[in-house]
């Protein structure tokens, strides 16, 4: 099993690895070497120094744990159930990227761009998302059970954010109905336009933060800050 060090160098051959992801796999003459995709389904990504790195495929199930991904352009790129733990993202454009049931316990994603990313059931636990940009982010499924069960009062659909970060953080248009924000810091987040439908914000820190024209219907903010919070034309019936 290959494993990367953290050169420059390592970055470049597993950049040139992921872009031939599509290479046949199939037999061919007694000798032959492995096509590329099976060569990187090998390669031992954890811990490892990808810093603005370039990768357009798949890695669903990979275990990144540690790895440094900072700035790396990841567009798109599918990481549906990886182990993303403690991963530098920070930087990082993951614009559309699949990041379904993906595990991101304290990863950093300090002004990561996420816009359109797909987050549901992913475990963002004591992750740090400051500045970064979540805007029209899905963090459920459509297709997720409705109405989601009172605060406290059994599992709530779309990912988890215990302990979470999201000082700064755009917001915008966001698809977020029932999710559970209990207790998160969206200190100066931008909510405008979200879609917070039956959400638990319980304790949620929402001070300076905006919810213009945001969609809370059903939304529970008991005990939540909101000083100086920008509530206009919100649905809050």
Excluded: K
């Excluded at 530098?88 to 699949?98: I, M, T, V």
């Excluded at 659909?157 to 559970?180: F, H, K, N, W, Y």
């Excluded at 304790?203 to 945001?214: D, K, P, S, W």
């Excluded at 939540?224 to 920008?230: C, K, S, W």
Aim: proline share 3%; net charge negative.
């Amino acid at each position: 099993t290959l494993r990367l060090s953290a050169t420059s160098s390592a970055a470049s051959w597993f950049e040139s690895l992921a872009a031939g992801s599509t290479a046949s796999s199939s037999s061919t003459a007694a000798g032959a070497r492995p096509g590329r995709a099976s060569a990187m389904a090998e390669v031992v990504l954890t811990g490892a120094n990808l810093s603005g790195v370039m990768i357009d495929g798949d890695l669903s199930g990979r275990d990144l744990t540690g790895a440094d991904l900072s700035n790396a352009a990841l567009t798109g790129v599918v990481f549906r159930d990886a182990v993303l733990d403690h991963v530098n993202l920070s930087g990082a454009s993951l614009r559309d990227a699949d990041l379904s049931g993906a595990s991101l316990r304290g990863a950093h994603l300090f002004s990561a761009d996420l816009a359109g990313a797909l987050l549901a059931r992913a475990d963002l636990s004591r992750a740090h998302l400051g500045d970064a940009s979540l805007v029209r982010a899905r963090l459920v499924e459509e297709d997720e059970p409705r109405p989601a069960p009172a605060c406290g009062e059994g599992p709530r659909p779309g990912l988890r954010l215990d302990g979470a970060l999201l000082i700064r953080a755009d917001l915008s248009g966001v698809m977020a109905e029932g999710v559970d924000f209990t207790g998160v810091d969206l200190g100066g987040a931008r909510l405008d336009d979200a879609a917070l439908d039956g959400a638990c914000l319980r304790e949620a820190v929402l001070t300076l933060a905006t919810l213009n024209r945001a969609r809370l219907r059903g939304a529970d903010a008991r005990d939540a800050e909101m000083v100086n919070t920008l509530v206009v034309d919100a649905d809050l019936r």
